[in-house]
């Protein structure tokens, strides 16, 4: 069965490539050393969100909140941007497409100092609103539904070139855990409420792991203990760490106490700027540079049938797409 999987998604992958003439063709798929029980297939890109972003946009942060992913997209022509709203549409439980996306928030990711700085990785869901983080200059944003507004809390004094971001496991309201991009993950304490955070603590962890995004896996969600899967910004390649005491990957090329990393997903273009778990599957969902959506399962995939409409979808998405080129985070 892992051989059918592989060999279907290397006949997409293929059938793609031949669909997106004069693109860099950049298909993600599954590690050798994957799990033989995973699976991977693409949702494609949104073109409805395409053609409203501008020349120059990125897909970046994933969010679940009840049965709608949030997506907030990069673009440096404007200090406001989006984050977009599409229902999820599911087979056997699986996500398998997205229903017409909405505007969700207008979020605020550049001041007059920044200009240019755009959405990052780190998207959460808040009983407030949306924590977010941004790229090039490290802030820490806060989208307040109630007012439809946004605030940004400087976190560059961390250290942090801010990546992803969570809540901090087992941590109170007003803790998150981030990682960076230059391999060293933090652990932040805001002070004050939601909209008007201020640092008041933080410890930094040299651990050696580059990270666009990052999302939680509980043991038995794939794995037989916990994990945190993560888009690595060095080697391009979507890998679940063992966790250490304080949430952070457990390195094992800097600990060899630690479990071996599990490499799940290889692609020769950057992949998981954005990295959601599905809370209702255990699937992971993730965004490339190329501007697309992809889910690893770490279950069968809902049916054959799916890969077929996935791969005839993707052609389908990828015949159509403009020429463009994403922002990059490092």
């Known amino acids: 069965m892992g051989y059918r999987r592989r ?20 298909i993600p798929l599954l590690d050798p050393s994957a799990p033989n029980y995973m699976s991977l297939y ?39 941007q989006t984050v977009w709203a599409l229902p999820l549409v599911r087979s056997g439980g699986h ?22 700085n755009t959405l990052a990785g780190g998207l959460v869901v808040t009983s407030q609103g949306l924590a977010y983080t941004t790229q090039s200059q490290s802030l820490l ?23 992803g971001l969570q809540n901090l496991p087992g941590g109170s309201s007003g803790q998150y855990k981030m990682s960076s991009t230059n391999g060293q993950w933090y ?47 060095n080697t391009q390649r979507l890998d679940a760490y063992a966790l250490d005491a304080f949430g952070n990957p457990c390195n094992p090329a800097l600990n060899s106490a630690c479990a071996p990393v599990i490499h799940l997903v290889s692609n020769n273009l950057a992949i998981g700027y954005g990295v959601v778990r599905d ?35 993707l052609m389908a998405w990828t015949a159509r797409k403009r020429t463009r080129r994403t922002t990059s985070l490092s």
């Not at 255990?282 to 791969?311: H, Y």
Request: negative net charge; proline residues 5%; contains cysteine.
């Open 7 to 26: 060999a279907a998604v290397w006949m997409i992958a293929i059938a793609a490539c031949a669909a997106s003439a004069g693109e860099l063709c950049a």
């Open 187 to 233: 652990t932040l304490n805001t002070t004050g409420a939601f909209g008007s955070y201020g640092i008041g603590s933080y410890t930094q962890y040299n651990v050696g792991v580059s990270a666009y995004a990052f999302d939680y896996v509980p043991a038995g969600g794939g794995f037989s203990e916990a994990r945190v899967v993560l888009g690595d910004a």
């Open 279 to 313: 809370p209702l599957t255990g699937d992971i969902l993730f965004t490339t540079q190329s501007n697309d959506i992809w889910v690893l399962s770490p279950v069968p995939e809902p049916s054959t049938v799916l890969m077929g409409i996935a791969g005839l979808g």
């Open 42 to 80: 693409s949702l494609g890109n949104v073109p409805d969100i395409d053609g409203k972003s501008g020349s120059s946009f990125s897909y970046q942060g994933l969010a679940i909140s009840g049965n709608t992913l949030l997506l907030s997209v990069a673009n440096g022509a404007s200090p406001i």
């Open 95 to 116: 996500i398998v497409g997205f229903g017409a996306p909405w505007d969700y928030a207008y979020a605020m990711a550049a001041t007059q100092s920044s200009v240019g």
């Open 141 to 163: 944003g806060q989208y307040g539904t109630a007012t439809n507004s946004s605030a940004l809390l400087d976190v560059s004094p961390t250290g942090a070139v801010t990546g």
